[in-house]
């Protein structure tokens, strides 16, 4: 095996440094002695890393190891380090794990722990060898008992999201005469996707099933909002009193009772990164006429531009006089295919304009002209625990990889 070659002539070239004789002798290893994958299922999205733990059990006297791993290089990449796009050309992430970089040196010659990488993403296989460097006179490493210690720590890359094993073809276990361990490779590693482990929902247990199924429905389409206050306000025609007491709903009220009088309000501050879809866009008005004797009911129409006032699209409010205040909102939705870039503070503006239909006209006095925007969120604002496929979406792809990993 290659893997015990490469660690046998580093433990030759070890001893013949420090002029120790290495000589071939028989183990007192347990032949329970185990190498396992911890986690043995792992999951992550399209761009996202896992890592895995190399593992042993069970063993005494163990000085150094050797594992030959395969996966499927068109799934998987473990030559990554930084984010996605950055040049990978930083090495394998391969660490050696605590057991040995842990391991308390009892002379100057044992302080060291050496790792060899050997590795070919192209064809899918690392060669990996880790352990102690030092005088071969005799380590007592001990590590008893059914849960494992960590000697090797490898970060993979997911390039697609395909359920692929992680194998462990060969290994070698050493003890410091050098002799070989007899052990065995309990289980490998396996990648799946779908499972939402970590992710802070219901989900995190481990196992692909129907409360990952739920946790992406739940998140499939999924609409936000925000509710934004104006900050500026400017006349269109003169007449109302107080405009800047709609900035919000305090009982402090705007007033009007000047026909075609009209108010513009702008500067909502919306914050259109995070918007993708706009699906609704919604202008509130908190209004009220005072009582009247005769006559009719008063009107205020509300208008709503995309691009600083050059158009505008209206919305007629018919209102009741009652004395009191009324709480609607105007769906101007319909005005125009939105954009975000439609709702910055550049582009965004409202009107209300006062229209008198009364014999007498009388006093409206608005509280509150708000605006709020229902939209699903870009790609940076998606949880990215659920958006598996890492297309920015939460959508049926992301639905169709937990069902193919169903059960797993």
Known sequence: MKSFLLLFTIAVTIGTLTNVQIMPQ?????????????????????????????????????????VYITYNPAILNYNYKG?????????????????FTNYVATTP?????????????TEGWLDLATGLLGAATGVPISMVGPTGNTTLVITFRVIQTQATVIDIISSSMLNHYPAEIPH?????GYYRPGDLAGSGGVASDGVV?????????????????????????????????????????????????????????Y???????QMSVIKKVLVGVEIKQAPYDSGEPEWVYI????????????????????????HMWADMTPAYTWTPSMLTDANLRVKIEYRKYGTVAT????????VKVEYTQTAAFTDPNIDISGNGQIDASDLAIVAQSYGS
């Open 83 to 99: 984010p996605v796009g950055a040049d990978p050309g930083g090495g394998p992430d391969v660490v050696s794990g605590p057991f």
């Open 363 to 370: 006093t409206v006095s608005l509280d509150w002209i708000p």
């Open 303 to 326: 208008y709503i531009s995309n691009n600083a006032g050059v158009s505008w699209a209206t919305y007629k409010f018919k209102l009741i006089p009652i004395g009191s205040d009324l």
């Open 184 to 188: 065995t490779v309990t289980n490998d």
């Open 109 to 121: 010659e044992e302080d060291s722990v050496f790792l060899v990488i050997k590795a070919n993403q």
């Open 26 to 66: 028989v183990s007192k290893a347990s032949p329970t002695a185990r190498i396992l994958v911890d986690p043995a299922k792992s999951s992550a999205k399209k761009d996202g890393t896992f890592t895995i733990n190399i593992k042993v059990a069970e063993v005494d006297d163990l000085y150094s190891m050797s």
């Open 209 to 265: 099933n129907i409360w990952d199924l739920v946790y992406v429905a739940l998140g499939y389409g999924k609409t936000v909002s925000q509710r934004k206050n104006a900050t500026v306000t400017a006349v269109a025609v003169a007449g109302w009193a107080n405009p800047t007491y709609a900035y919000t709903s305090n009982d402090q009220y705007a007033t009007c009772n000047t026909n075609l009088a009209a108010q513009v309000y």
């Open 267 to 273: 500067t909502y501050g919306f914050d259109t990164a």
